[in-house]
């Protein structure tokens, strides 16, 4: 598999004809295909949606990739806001409003539901992830979220060393 210049997947007559015996053809109409290949030959299974690039400029995709999340409509619906202050004990309340408030002012709500469905993914799959680093561990949402394992109330870790 190819890299387009944004780094998206282009595939080639290997890798549609592997994503066809999966069955994953809901997916090849969102794909890049190679402009070299002839995909006449796959006309008979499913209608693909030929795009050789993505015309567009680094800022318009990274607008796509703030807006489009690629993950379970049920985590793109989630309340989070609800989510985090459930799981949150009562004495850290202040902390969290004032935290999400800041991710709300950043339109960052997406970004959160998208790190617990990966936080979901790799716990479901028994995949590790990092036990956190660097200031995202100032963070007591993303420690709620389970995105690291440093309890920054605890270690009394300003949240603004994050967020800045």
């Known amino acids: 598999m190819l890299l387009d210049k944004f780094s998206n997947p282009v595939f080639q007559e290997q890798d549609i004809f592997n994503m066809l015996y999966k069955g994953q053809i809901e997916y090849l109409d969102q794909i890049i295909i190679d402009p070299s290949i002839d995909t006449s030959q796959f006309?008979?299974?499913?209608?693909l949606n030929v795009s050789t690039e993505l015309d567009i400029s680094k800022v318009e995709f990274d607008q796509i990739c703030q807006t489009d999340w690629f993950m379970p409509d049920e985590?793109?619906?989630?309340?989070?806001?609800?989510?985090?202050?459930?799981?949150?004990?009562?004495?850290?309340?202040t902390?969290?409003?004032?935290?999400?408030?800041?991710?709300?002012?950043?339109?960052?709500?997406?970004?959160?539901?998208?790190?617990?469905y990966f936080v979901d993914t790799c716990r479901s799959n028994n995949l590790v992830w990092g036990v956190g680093r660097g200031s995202s561990v100032a963070s007591y949402v993303l420690y709620i979220i389970g995105v690291h394992k440093i309890d920054s109330i605890k270690y009394n870790l300003d949240w603004h060393e994050f967020l800045r």
Do not use: H, Q
């Not at 006309?43 to 209608?47: A, Q, T, W």
């Not at 709500?109 to 998208?114: I, P, T, V």
């Open 75 to 93: 985590y793109k619906t989630m309340d989070i806001e609800t989510f985090i202050v459930d799981r949150s004990p009562k004495e850290n309340l």
């Open 43 to 47: 006309e008979k299974f499913v209608k």
């Open 95 to 116: 902390r969290i409003v004032e935290e999400l408030e800041e991710y709300k002012e950043r339109n960052m709500l997406d970004l959160l539901r998208w790190l617990k």
